[in-house]
């Protein structure tokens, strides 16, 4: 009664807007109380509005009241400290909507700091003290805040839930292991925990080693990218260069041949200008001859005809008109087809040339990813421990061998909507999207392995559910003296040695998946390249006296036969 006290005063005398003890308290003409700098900052924000209120009962006041200071609640303020009272709680202390609250608490409940797993109780730092200090609660385990708690609870004895069924992969209470769960396999929880954290650390080193690993393969890769880079910048340059070369041995060519046609032109036009001033001189001497003779042949007078006739000068020798040799109009034509030619067989060239330099670019393979196994001992590095969901597996499937074991057998499986109800078909626990390799040992009539998409129905039609029925599911039909690929509801038939074991090879990126013969050697029986869009899981598959799905489930059940992911070493 005088915690709650306690805490009615701690309410009453905490100021609502900073949640603290009231500090030169005021009050307002409504009556609620304050402290004076928190309700001065309170209305100086509200002072453009002209307008002043309560925060609490939002009461306004025009104008602004004048406040002084509450002398008999500031005086009972400091009597109460002196008697241990406390301010409240921050309100971050408190327990939200999404916050585990304290158990103990009345009123307005703080937020628990540790739940415990004894009592079943959370609490927040106060009434968590009596487990540091007595001595029976120091035993208690205290865990985070948990709002599950009541899951410890059994829904059906109202017992704590300190026992495992390994049959059924569920808590149980000690009463359930002598009513339900009687006769199944059984531990504490405690002993299941130690058991599951051992594989739980298992798998950690696991993932450890695969980081380190895979932390090393980025360092490859980024070697690989920056060599990458390097030779591409470095052919680029190199390329350039060359064909820069080429351009300038080009154009030196070109300007020889323009050299050499100007050079052969001017010899042509001077020995043609040469000639034509021979001639001109040849028409002017001519024509001066022709006017002597014209006058001459005018002359009346006979003897003075005779006598000058003499006097006449002889014409010169004419200029041989054969050596003038005029060509149909092709002087350099024959140049420019050489040329030409030239730059057809250019042509030829490159074009030969640029395939073979096409092609020598596009075969610039980077192999990101070394190459897949050859041997079993190869394949061996990539094994993982893979292990059957129960909640997948059909009510005529056995799990046995830390679940990775299926005999044909009725079992009472609870129900989930990931259980298959058609066929008598199981789904590994884990996913699949790395590389990873495991091999299955099976017996009796036949046994499909496979790999699915979790997505894949889980009851209906043949096509809806059934492994290799669908395009989310691929699988290997194994059988006495054959064996059948499945894919889309497509069959294929496979020929290989037979064996009772069989190996699946599955490299998720590059989309590869490949299953093989187990004996002495590895055999391959058929892979598949084609590209995975989601996780994969492993799953098994059992068939009946027919082979098929559908036949008497109390036949199904003397039919013998197994199937069993083995531990690989």
């Not at 699988?475 to 294929?492: G, P």
């Not at 098929?548 to 531990?567: D, I, P, Q, R, S």
């Amino acid at each position: 009664m005088a915690q709650q006290g306690n805490q009615m005063d701690r309410e009453k005398f905490c100021c609502s807007i900073c949640l603290d003890l009231l500090k030169d308290p005021v009050t307002l003409p409504c009556g609620h109380s304050y402290c004076m700098n928190c309700i001065k900052t309170h209305w100086d924000e509200e002072d453009q509005k002209k307008i002043h209120s309560c925060p609490q009962c939002r009461q306004t006041f025009i104008p602004r009241p004048v406040l002084g200071k509450n002398t008999m609640l500031a005086d009972l303020v400091e009597e109460l400290k002196k008697t241990g009272l406390q301010a409240a709680p921050a309100d971050h202390c408190y327990a939200g909507p999404e916050d585990v609250a304290c158990d103990v608490c009345t009123g307005r409940k703080l937020k628990a700091v540790k739940s415990c797993l004894v009592c079943l109780a959370s609490y927040c730092e106060k009434h968590l003290q009596p487990h540091y200090e007595a001595a029976p609660l120091k035993k208690h385990k205290l865990v985070e805040p948990s709002k599950k708690l009541q899951d410890n609870i059994c829904s059906h004895h109202d017992e704590v839930m300190k026992m495992f069924c390994r049959t059924d992969q569920q808590c149980i209470c000690y009463l359930c292991d002598k009513d339900e769960h009687k006769g199944h396999d059984t531990v504490s929880a405690a002993a299941e925990r130690t058991e599951r954290q051992r594989e739980l650390q298992l798998s950690r080193q696991n993932i450890q080693q695969r980081i380190q690993d895979r932390e090393k393969d980025v360092k490859l890769l980024q070697q690989e990218l920056e060599a990458i880079n390097g030779s591409a910048d470095k052919a680029v340059e190199d390329s350039e260069k060359i064909f820069t070369q080429l351009i300038r041995l080009v154009e030196k060519r070109s300007s020889d041949v323009k050299q050499q046609i100007r050079s052969q032109q001017e010899t042509e036009v001077s020995g043609v200008k040469e000639l034509q001033e021979k001639l001109e001189q040849e028409i002017t001497e001519l024509k001066r001859k022709d006017a002597e003779l014209k006058q001459l042949s005018h002359t009346e007078d006979h003897n003075q005809f005779l006598h000058n006739y003499p006097s006449l000068s002889p014409l010169s020798q004419s200029t041989d008109s054969s050596s003038i040799n005029i060509r149909p109009l092709r002087y350099f034509e024959d140049v420019t087809a050489a040329v030409s030619e030239l730059r057809d067989k250019l042509q030829d060239i490159l074009r030969e040339t640029w395939t073979n330099i096409s092609l020598t670019v596009t075969d610039v393979d980077v192999l990101l990813s070394e190459p897949g196994p050859k041997t079993r001992a190869g394949f061996l590095k990539y094994s993982q421990e893979i292990t059957l969901d129960p909640n997948t597996a059909h009510t005529w499937l056995l799990l046995s061998e830390g679940n990775r074991k299926i005999t044909r057998g009725q079992q009472s499986y609870s129900s989930h909507p990931d259980r298959f109800t058609d066929w008598y078909q199981v789904l590994s626990r884990e996913s699949l999207t790395e590389r990873c390799y495991w091999e299955v040992e099976w017996r009796g009539r036949g046994v499909s392995v496979a790999v699915a998409y979790k997505n894949i129905s889980r009851a209906g039609s043949r096509d809806e559910c059934g492994f290799g029925c669908n395009d989310k599911s691929w699988a290997l039909s194994c059988y006495r003296n054959c064996y059948v690929f499945w894919f889309n509801n497509i069959k294929t038939p496979i020929s290989g040695p037979q064996s009772s074991r069989v190996g699946v090879y599955l490299d998720h990126r590059t989309g590869i998946l490949s299953f093989y013969s187990v004996s002495e050697t590895m055999t391959l029986l058929h892979r598949v390249q084609t590209t995975f869009t989601q996780p994969l899981h492993a799953g098994l598959r059992l068939y009946g006296p027919y082979g098929l799905h559908g036949f008497n489930h109390w036949l199904y059940g003397l039919y013998g036969g197994t199937a069993e992911l083995c531990k690989l070493k």
